[in-house]
């Protein structure tokens, strides 16, 4: 039998690791923040359904606060999700790198792409997720999405007192900059060793590949991914929640 004559491989399965076990102190007191409601309902359960409606992702498993899973299991059980995704949901850690690596250790063998996003950017547009997992089947080891930013921006001495004002260092080129978003997407194996080899703290997980010296390329991003961290940021959420059931028709 030739080559030509063999069926193709399938392609690699994907799951989504979601960390969800911060507090989110700057939306102020209360609930932590992936519990906070978005048009009645918890921001996890937008982001959730996000990235569950990839047709590409099988898997998605939420890292809950390290005493919350039973609260966060019984949340996904209340909401409508899609039946052809499985869900897990396993008790985080103290960090955000400590909640993804405990996320990692439960997938099963043959999901051999991972994408790993903010709970607190709930409305990422499938497309954005999609152009992520494409970009990993074509052979980059860690995609990020990602904008070019509408702002100049300064690097500055900091100032020894908040509020003081700081020297300019320099204005960085606009053009090379971007503001980047979740999900980012790995190759699994990639992601592991980077968890496995890196122990600093990192803002996030391409920073860790970065540290490997692999490749980490850009897709575009979307407007409607950013994340939610001030009040003003929920009154945002709901305003591009209110367009979408207009769009839509429900």
């Not at 919350?68 to 209340?78: C, I, N, R, Y």
């Not at 320099?170 to 194996?189: C, I, K, N, W, Y």
């Amino acid at each position: 039998m030739s080559d030509d004559s063999l069926p193709a491989p399938p392609p690699a399965r994907t799951a989504a690791v979601i960390p969800a076990a911060g507090r989110g102190v700057r939306l102020g007191p209360g609930a932590p923040k992936a519990l906070r409601t978005l048009n009645g309902t918890p921001m996890l359960i937008h982001a959730v359904r996000a990235l569950a409606a990839s047709r590409a992702v099988s898997l998605v498993v939420v890292v809950a606060p390290p005493d919350g899973a039973a609260e966060v299991k019984s949340l996904l059980d209340a909401h409508a999700l899609p039946e052809r995704t499985d869900f897990v949901v396993v008790p985080g850690g103290e960090t955000r790198q400590e909640s993804v690596r405990l996320g990692l250790e439960v997938l099963p063998p043959e999901y051999r792409i991972v994408l790993v996003h903010d709970a607190a950017r709930p409305l990422v547009p499938v497309d954005t997720v999609d152009a992520v997992i494409e970009a990993v089947r074509e052979g980059a080891p860690a995609v990020v999405p990602a904008l070019p930013l509408a702002d100049t921006v300064k690097e500055v001495e900091p100032a020894g007192t908040p509020g003081d004002p700081e020297p300019v260092l320099s204005t960085p080129s606009r053009a090379r900059l971007r503001a980047v978003q979740t999900p980012q997407g790995f190759d699994r194996e990639t992601l592991v060793r980077a968890h496995e080899s890196v122990t600093g703290e990192v803002t996030d997980d391409a920073s860790m590949v970065e540290q490997l010296g692999e490749r980490v390329v850009v897709v575009p991003g979307h407007e409607e991914a950013f994340k939610v961290t001030r009040p003003l940021d929920l009154v945002l959420a709901e305003a591009v929640l209110a367009r979408r059931r207009l769009n839509d028709g429900f």
